[in-house]
């Protein structure tokens, strides 16, 4: 099973993403998680990288197609993957379609997540992240047990640096410039499925389970 998960930031993809990738057995595959690495590794991807998130623009196509073509190629993709944040541009999904393409692989479903911009600000405005196993909390809808402590692994939890205010209306512009065509580009093909990504997050994992057609335990 290959599958991308689609949508504005604060969609929701990380936290499905999670779900999934148990359910599936396949690993996800984060272009947002794999730069912050990068970045937290001081490489020099990383440090080019970290000018265009700190500004809210999406990071140059050559850099991210490069990024996924190397780690579809590893081992523990033999069996499918999840991509979550990836393509983020018709230029990109395009260079997916051609890597598939040479290496006889098929691209089964985009799950396009919808939630209303007032919701997306309201989720991102209040992100808690974790720095150690990446766990996503929420300031109130979802806060951790104890004030900034992870649940999952009790490691800390802090903001992350492109949830402030201004980055935030910056990435739901470039959103809508340059990511919101991808969703036309799968439409065409019959690839794209919508879900109502509003209501609990369960209640979003079921919708997105109903997509598969009882494929996926519920
Ligand atoms: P990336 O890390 O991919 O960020 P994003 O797309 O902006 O998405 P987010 O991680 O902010 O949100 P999400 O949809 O995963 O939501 P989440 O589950 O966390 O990319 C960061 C940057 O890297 C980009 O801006 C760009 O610069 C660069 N980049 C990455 N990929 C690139 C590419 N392909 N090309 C070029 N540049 C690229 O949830 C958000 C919050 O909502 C959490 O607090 C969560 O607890 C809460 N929440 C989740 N579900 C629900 C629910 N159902 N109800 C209530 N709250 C919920």
New binding site residues.
């Given amino acids: 099973m290959i599958i991308a998960l689609f ?1 504005p ?8 993403a999670k779900f999934l990738i148990k359910n599936l057995n396949i690993p996800q595959l ?4 794999m ?1 912050r690495e990068s970045i937290r590794g001081g490489t020099s991807t990383g440090l080019e ?1 970290k000018k ?2 700190d500004q ?4 140059p ?1 050559e850099v ?1 197609i490069g990024l996924i073509r190397d780690r579809i190629a590893l081992q523990d993709c033999k069996n499918g993957f999840l991509l ?6 018709v230029a ?1 999904a395009q260079a997916l379609d051609d890597m598939f393409d040479s290496a006889s692989l098929k691209l089964d479903h985009v799950i396009s ?1 919808l939630v209303s911009r007032k919701e997306l600000v309201g ?2 405005s ?3 992240v974790c720095s150690k196993c990446g766990a ?3 300031e109130i ?2 806060p951790t047990k104890l004030a900034g402590i992870c649940d999952v692994c009790g490691a800390d939890v802090s903001k992350r640096a ?1 949830d402030r205010a201004e980055v935030v209306e910056a ?1 739901l512009e ?1 959103f809508t410039a340059s990511t919101k065509p991808v969703e036309e580009y799968y439409r065409a093909k019959g690839k794209l499925r919508e879900v109502d ?5 369960m209640q ?1 994992y079921q919708r997105i389970t109903s997509v598969f057609g009882g494929a996926l335990k519920g």
């Fill in positions: 949508g930031p604060g969609s929701g993809k990380g936290t499905q984060s272009t947002g998680d730069l990288a265009f998130m809210g623009k999406l990071v196509d991210m979550d944040g990836f393509p983020r541009t990109q997540l989720r991102l209040g992100r808690l996503s909390f929420h809808s979802k492109d990435r470039t990504a509003q209501g609990s997050e979003v």
